[in-house]
């Protein structure tokens, strides 16, 4: 028999420093009493003894302000370029997130926008966003990866990946 942990994926920031496997059995107690929705694990979390609590911002001022933040990355995420092609219209979005490093060559943690023409030109920018291209296309394939009516597509990602970072590699 495998043995399995629980872990949070790497780069959520959700976590906070809270126990996955706590926060899994509370969540599975949620699902086994009807349905696991946002809205009920928010009504669970209420809770302070919940595992989960400490994931929420409760104060109302203060997740506002966050909330409002993330409405303006969607919106900032929602404005396309319509290319028209022979095979019919194609998007591209109008603005991309690039991440400025530190003295270290670190990302720093948070980004800026922008515009997609900017960051294809821009040497440093364009390989970020290709890291991210490439980061999401593996987490794409891992997610897919036990479904066989995706193998091909799953198998054609991780060439992919692959070949790229043979060919980009640091000499």
Known sequence: MVKMSRKWKDRASVARGLDAERCEREMNKIAKAGLLTPEALVESARDKDSPLHDGFTWDDTEAAKAWRIEEAKAIIRAIVYVEETENGPREVRCFVNVRDQN??????????????????????????????????????AEKYRDFEELARIVRAIDTTVKQYEQEHAPA
Request: proline share 3%.
């Open 103 to 140: 003295d270290e060559g670190e990302n720093e943690r948070s980004g800026r926008y922008v515009p997609i023409g900017l960051a294809m030109s821009n040497a440093e920018m364009r390989h970020y966003v290709l890291q991210v291209a490439l980061r999401d296309a593996h987490a794409y």
